[in-house]
């Protein structure tokens, strides 16, 4: 029999907690990326919008973009980070059920390259 939970999933708020703290982990993290990979992205903070950060991120620089989605998601737990079409969650990639549907699946083909990996392990074992 399926669970019945309709009505804690209706009422409940979409909207994500987001601890004062949240910002210098943003910020720090942006730093260790820069550090490692020479990959800079200045982040803003709107104060009250939609997203709690936003960013550009120009398309040569996709495969530094997704380290950094990655190092965030695992340093902001029960977070979600966006990018682009990629949903990143406790450092795993999604993405919407067929490309437009609202279910999140599993994104199985979205891949580090092997420098860009191998270049944050340490970051990642420290998580």
């Known amino acids: 029999m399926k669970p019945q939970l309709g009505d804690r999933i209706r009422y409940r708020s979409g909207q994500q907690d987001w601890h004062s703290d949240n910002e210098s ?3 720090r993290t942006c730093a260790d990326i820069a550090e490692i990979l020479g990959y800079e992205l200045e982040f803003q903070f ?3 919008e ?3 950060f936003l960013g550009s991120v120009p398309r040569r620089s996709l495969d530094e973009a997704k ?3 990655m190092l ?3 340093r902001l737990p029960n977070l979600w980070v966006i990018l682009g079409r990629l949903f ?3 450092g795993k990639f999604y993405r919407r059920e067929f490309g437009y ?3 999140l699946v599993p994104a199985h083909d979205v891949h580090l390259r092997r420098d860009i990996r191998a270049a944050i392990r340490k970051l990642l074992a420290e998580e």
Request: glycine share 0%; proline share 10%; aromatic share 4%.
């Open 67 to 69: 380290a950094l989605a």
């Open 25 to 27: 982990i943003v910020r």
């Open 88 to 90: 990143v969650r406790d």
């Open 72 to 74: 965030l998601s695992r």
């Open 46 to 48: 709107p104060p009250s």
């Open 50 to 52: 939609e997203f709690h």
């Open 101 to 103: 549907k609202l279910n």
